[in-house]
């Protein structure tokens, strides 16, 4: 248990962790002062809260993969199914033919072997996380705006939460099951080729 202590401090004080810090702040920052300024039961509010968010959320940075719970980073069997099921895949080739991805600087499957699989994973494990880390935090807004009576404002950040956050994380968790079907086939044939996902 010792030898981990050090390793968790370094990370903790890594500039990765202060910038993860640093987004939750100015999320909390942005809400209230939203808030106080806009107002809840403006009709600008959700608007601006969610564009507030994603933008937050885009100073974030990468989260080190030691502070990633497992159960975010493992996909059943089932997943691929699932996804399918709500038309994910199809959502993803509309976006893939737009340039969605070549906008925002993705790899897509242009990688190859085991590096492209392992650039792939990271690149949708954490786009994951920003994205279901601005989903729960539509979802605590909803709450208080519900209190206040706020029911337009209320609607339209929940409705934005799932199609800016909760979409893009199904999305993502789609790819990474592809990406742990790839790298079990693969090592069930010993190669290092994933032309076939």
Known sequence: MRRAEPRFAALF??????????????????????????????PVFPWAFSAGVFGI???????????????????????????????????????????????????????????????IR????????????GAGIHALVAIPLVFVSAWSSAVIVVVLGVLVHLLPVAMQRYVLARVDRVARVTQGRGAGDTRDW
């Open 122 to 133: 990271a690149d949708a494990m954490q786009s994951q996380i920003a994205h279901g880390v």
């Open 57 to 119: 959320l885009g100073v974030m940075g990468p989260v080190p993969e030691a502070v990633i719970p497992r159960w975010v980073t493992t996909t059943s069997q089932r997943t691929i199914p699932r996804a399918r099921l709500f038309g994910i895949p199809s959502t993803l080739r509309v976006l893939d033919r737009v340039g969605w991805n070549r906008a925002l600087g993705r790899r897509g499957n242009s990688g190859r072997g085991r590096a492209g699989l392992v650039g």
């Open 13 to 42: 004080y890594s500039q990765t962790m202060l910038r993860v810090v640093a987004s939750a702040v100015l999320s909390v920052l942005f809400v209230v002062s939203a808030w106080l300024v806009i107002g809840p039961h403006h």
